[in-house]
């Protein structure tokens, strides 16, 4: 990359793409991730209570 390229100021489209990608992963990816571990999380303990018991004092 030259010294020229370097100094250069960002396009309009790189903003607009920068933008887009970041609207893409605050409101559809990371919500969809924050679901999935949520959701895993309360599979895992619902499983885990179905194997070993529900939690609480012995009879």
Do not use: C, H, N
């Not at 893409?24 to 571990?37: K, M, Y």
Request: hydrophobic share 55%; charged share 15%; net charge positive.
């Amino acid at each position: 990359m030259s010294d020229v390229e370097a100094r250069r100021p960002v396009s309009a489209r790189t903003k607009r793409d920068e933008i887009i990608a970041f609207l893409i992963l605050a409101v559809v990816i990371w919500p969809v991730i924050a679901v999935g571990v949520v959701g895993g999380y309360g599979f895992l303990i619902w499983m885990s209570q179905l194997v070993f018991g529900p939690p609480g004092a012995p009879p």
